[in-house]
């Protein structure tokens, strides 16, 4: 269990309150609304003690930044392939899974392809 503090409490509570999957600046400009003196560095160094503590998950690595989850229970994601969104899938289909000599003790699971906004965007482009 990591220490409390307002900086690192801050910090989880702006990844916990989003379905975005955001990434440490993002999460730097959230805590550096209420908390003036935070440091990017603060922010990476925190995220760093959450993934170790496991209450927090390094989703994907989208355009060179890593992308964060404060929920821990296994699910997979969906990333898209353009414009780079991050979302949750939920009752992701069983990936049926060979008989090992092995304990398995979790998972990660990431679709790539097209989200809907940019099919839609792209749609409409070769419709004019």
Not at 13 to 39: C, F, G, M
Not at 71 to 81: I, L
Request: proline fraction near 5%; hydrophobic fraction near 35%; charge should be negative.
């Amino acid at each position: 269990m990591i220490r409390s503090s307002k900086k690192r409490d801050a910090i989880y509570a702006a990844l916990r309150s989003t379905k975005s999957h955001p990434n440490a600046e993002w999460i730097y400009t959230q805590v550096k609304r209420e908390i003036p003196d935070l440091s990017l560095g603060t922010v990476y160094r925190n995220l760093a003690l959450f993934l170790e503590d496991g209450s927090a998950m390094r989703v994907a690595t989208v355009s060179g930044q890593d992308r964060f989850d404060g929920d821990t229970r296994q699910h997979a994601h969906f990333v898209c392939n353009l414009c780079g969104d991050v979302a949750d899938v939920e009752d992701a289909p069983p990936i049926p899974f060979p008989e090992m000599d092995a304990t398995i003790e979790g998972y990660q699971l990431i679709y790539h392809g097209i989200c809907r906004s940019c099919q839609n965007q792209n749609a409409k482009g070769v419709e004019k």
